[in-house]
């Protein structure tokens, strides 16, 4: 588990603070900002942390909202404009990456 103090902890956590509304990461590109694979690591510091910060920001790779989150995220993509498709899954639709993807170096 992760401390609320830890580098990395905070490190992820201040990358989700900067995307923008409507703009999406996926797991994977939040923990390559730090040169490295980690997207569980980055899913168990949302899961333990993330409410203070966008989480809905960071999806899984094929554009789908976090897991058992999908109907409260879609709330805050309608909100923010987040451009979506839709999906044959219980969800029903995916965030459209091409659109809605985002990177710090590309600010």
Known sequence: MFSASGDYTDAVLQVVAEIP???VMTYGD????FGRPGARAVGMVLRYHG??????RVIRAGGHPP????AAAREHYEAE????????????????LAKASWSPDRA
Do not use: C, I, K
Request: cysteine-free; hydrophobic content about 40%.
């Open 21 to 23: 509304a409507g703009r």
């Open 30 to 33: 939040v923990a390559w900002v």
């Open 51 to 56: 409410s203070a910060v966008p989480w809905w």
């Open 67 to 70: 897991s058992g989150h999908e």
């Open 81 to 96: 404009g987040t451009p979506l498709l839709p999906a044959p899954t219980p969800a029903g639709y995916r965030v459209d």
